[in-house]
């Protein structure tokens, strides 16, 4: 059974800077693709950001530029991160992390709320 745990959301100014962990259990991320997900309220669940166990990454266009996704690869498990910067209104939404596809059971997520 996978597990994934999403951290480091809040609440930020527009402008601002939050970085999100996703630790995921065994050594999926150094097999699989990974990758953010968002879900905004009232809306589809979207794609933001892959990662391909080599490190190649790709961005959806809302994001791209200002969103960065890393990952560290530990002995059994391997940590998922998301920079995301210049955070705007349309931003706001609960983030996810999973594989390509998504497979596993989703997470909690961890809200990400930009507003002044």
């Known amino acids: 059974q996978v597990e994934l745990v999403e951290s480091g959301g809040g609440l930020v100014q527009p402008g601002g800077s939050l970085r999100l962990s996703c630790v995921t259990s065994g050594s999926i ?4 693709i990974m990758a953010w997900y968002r879900q905004a309220p009232g809306k589809e669940r979207e794609l933001v950001a892959t990662i391909t166990p080599a490190g190649r990454t790709t961005y959806s266009d809302p994001v791209k530029g200002r969103f960065t ?3 560290d690869n ?3 498990t391997v940590t998922v991160y998301l920079q995301m910067n210049s955070l705007g209104a349309e931003d706001t939404a609960i983030y996810y992390c999973n594989r390509i596809p998504a497979v596993y059971s989703w997470g909690q997520g961890t809200q ?3 507003s002044s």
């Open 29 to 32: 991320g150094s097999i699989y």
């Open 69 to 71: 996704i890393s990952k």
């Open 74 to 76: 530990a002995k059994n």
């Open 112 to 114: 990400v709320t930009v």
